[in-house]
Each structure stands twice: as structure tokens, then as C-alpha cells.
């Protein structure tokens, strides 16, 4: 299966928004609200951000909403900070349940 | 808390094979899920395969279909991954991570285990 598209960097000021798409095809993020969001500071595990698209594990802040319009997933992050500085990898279940992942995005605050 | 801790650091040769180790804890073993991705140097994750503890049926990715073994112990709460026929390209960290309440994301993330692979 082949890998989601994300950009390979976005930024912003502290305070600003700023979103990072994930496009997939019809066969994992159209067909399936299966959209899971993980945040990546260097040297460090993957954490979970967003799941199902759009829900927040407890403890994550508001700040950070995920959304999906046909084959493309969003996570948007509301009033930038510094600590949301880290790479941001999605993911979305497949056919034959398999799971994919996108290339990632590295989020700079500036 | 719900822990996942992986066997530490391994050097091996080309066509040598690798079997890792995560010891959950934390939570009721089978009732989760668990999965395993890789991350080469420098590079994104990438989805390995996945293995339901309570069964011991697996899912692998097509890439490693042939060369993966996903198995599990529970009476030591403990998933293995072996990887074989080794090559430079499987240098990575690889992590493994438990599927949530539904199996299809990853809610809690082992620290990781380094694999050098060296001709």
C-alpha cells in the first residue's frame, strides 16, 4: 500500500493556526474514519493526538482538531506554541486491514 | 500506568534475523491489540504488522510478508517481532504499540529499539 501525502513542513507564529493535510485514496482515507494523528518531538516516541478523525484522547489539548472531506484528513492547530514544535505523522486504516501511514510534517514555530 | 517496555539495542550482520521483545503491563494483555512500526534513520514510520494477543492471529504488511514473525507470550504479558534475512535498509528503530479500543490507531508507544544491520 502506498504511503498518505502530507507536506514535508508547514509553520507559523506563535498564536497562529496552522493545518497539515494527509491525502490518501478511496481505498483508506475516503472509505474509512479510521484517521489517527501523532505528534513526534525529536528523539522521541510517537504520541496520539487525534483519533477517528476528529476525537481527542484525554489530555491533549483543545487546541489541536482533526477533520475529513473525501480522501483528505486535516489536523489543524489552533494558537501555535512552542511546545507543538515536532514532526506530525497521520495514519488510516486499509483495505485487507492494514494500515498506512503519511510521510510526515514537520511543524517549526517561528 | 500502562507500560510498554522493548528488549534494548541490536547489531546484526547482513542476513542475520532479529527478534524483539515488548513486556505490556498496566492493563488486561489481551484485550488490547498490538502493533508494530519501524523508523529508519532520518525517515517517516511505516507500519510492520499487527498480532491480537488474545488469539495470536496476525496481520503483516504486504513489504514484509515472508521475513516478519509476529508472535506472543501470555503468561509473561509479552510481544515478540523477528525479523529475518536482514539487510542495511532494516536499520531503524522499531516500536512497538498498542492498538486502542479499536485496533486501527495507537494509543500507547514503547520507547523504541535500535537495529543496526552492518555488512
Known amino acids: 500500500q502506498s504511503a498518505l501525502t502530507q507536506p514535508p513542513s508547514v509553520s507559523g507564529s506563535p498564536g497562529q493556526s496552522v493545518t497539515i493535510s494527509c491525502t490518501g485514496t478511496?481505498?483508506?482515507?475516503?472509505?474509512?474514519?479510521?484517521v489517527s494523528w501523532y505528534q513526534q518531538p525529536p528523539g522521541t516516541a510517537p504520541k496520539l493526538m487525534i483519533y477517528e478523525v476528529s476525537t481527542r484522547p484525554s489530555g491533549v489539548p483543545d487546541r489541536f482538531s482533526g477533520s475529513k472531506s473525501g480522501n483528505t484528513a486535516s489536523l489543524t492547530i489552533s494558537g501555535l506554541q512552542a511546545e507543538d514544535e515536532a514532526d506530525y505523522y497521520c495514519?488510516?486504516?486499509?483495505?485487507?486491514?492494514?494500515?498506512?501511514f503519511g510521510g510526515g510534517t514537520k511543524v517549526t514555530v517561528l | 500506568q500502562v507500560q510498554l517496555v522493548q528488549s534494548g539495542a541490536e547489531v546484526k550482520k547482513s542476513g542475520a534475523s532479529v527478534k524483539i521483545s515488548c513486556k505490556a503491563s498496566g492493563y488486561t494483555f489481551i484485550s488490547n491489540y498490538m502493533h508494530w512500526v519501524r523508523q529508519a534513520p532520518g525517515q517517516g514510520l511505516e507500519w510492520m504488522g499487527i498480532i491480537n494477543p488474545s488469539g495470536g492471529s496476525t496481520v503483516y504488511a504486504q513489504k514484509f510478508q515472508g521475513r516478519i514473525t509476529m508472535s506472543r507470550d501470555t503468561s509473561t504479558t509479552t510481544v515478540y517481532m523477528e525479523l529475518s534475512t536482514l539487510r542495511s535498509e532494516d536499520t531503524a528503530v522499531y516500536y512497538c504499540?498498542?492498538?486502542?479500543?479499536?485496533?486501527?490507531?495507537?494509543?500507547?508507544w514503547g520507547r523504541g529499539t535500535l537495529v543496526t544491520v552492518s555488512s
Open positions: 478511496s481505498s483508506d482515507v475516503g472509505s474509512y474514519g479510521r
Open positions: 495514519s488510516s486504516y486499509s483495505s485487507s486491514s492494514t494500515l498506512v
Open positions: 504499540a498498542r492498538g486502542g479500543s479499536a485496533y486501527w490507531y495507537f494509543d500507547i
